[in-house]
């Protein structure tokens, strides 16, 4: 075994950002998107990519998950989507049209579509993905003409910050790309 492999694999895992702490006296929406980009902290810390997603109902959290694909073998383990079950699980009711979705990257196909068919009254995501976001990016399937629930969506909230964090976790994936496989190679999880 090649020792230098193996620091590479340990380096790998570390994430350079830290988490945020908000204040809790100004609840609004760079407030919960830390609590997101935290998450996505969480997610670089198991090797996953960082997104992460809370959900807000009455001011206060009900769900908050990171991106989960590679340790629940799960192509559908997106933040977005567990924070779904687990809001609609919270409340017992799968219609979450009192609550907001904040997310630290435009939801791709999968998970614009899930916020349509849960009723998410609203969507805040903070960078704007023009591959695969769904929500103003490649394209807004929330706008489709005939859709009978309209999410009311806010983009560009701590954009840099989240954006910083997806791109230094590819950045150093493809520095140990020789010595190990890369994250994942869905184009709907690959970084800008
Ligand atoms: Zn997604």
């Known amino acids: 075994m090649n020792p230098t492999n193996e ?17 809790q006296l100004v609840k609004d929406d760079t407030h919960f998107m830390a609590l997101a980009f935290n998450q996505a902290v969480e997610a670089w810390r198991i090797d996953e990519v960082p997104i ?14 990171h991106n989960a694909v590679e340790s629940l073998n799960d192509p559908t383990a997106h933040a977005e989507i ?8 919270h409340i017992g009711n799968w219609r979450l049209n009192e609550c907001t979705l904040y997310v630290t990257k435009e939801p791709c196909p999968m998970c614009a579509g899930a916020t349509i068919m849960s009723r998410l ?20 399937t929330h706008e489709l003409p005939k859709l009978n629930h309209r999410v009311s969506v806010t983009r560009g909230v701590m954009e840099e910050e989240c954006r910083s964090i997806l ?17 994942s190679e869905d184009p709907a999880q690959e970084a800008p």
Do not use: N
């Open 167 to 183: 791109q230094a976790y590819f950045a150093m994936k493809r520095a140990f790309a020789k010595s190990d496989a890369p994250a």
């Open 82 to 89: 567990l924070a779904i079950t687990q809001a609609a699980r």
């Open 52 to 65: 992460g997603a809370v959900i807000v109902k009455d001011g206060a959290v009900i769900a908050a998950a």
């Open 121 to 140: 009254g609203r969507v805040v995501y903070a960078w704007g993905d023009p591959k695969m976001g769904c929500m103003g990016g490649a394209t807004a």
């Open 7 to 23: 620091s590479a694999g340990q380096r790998r895992l570390e994430c350079p950002f830290a988490k945020l702490h908000p204040s």
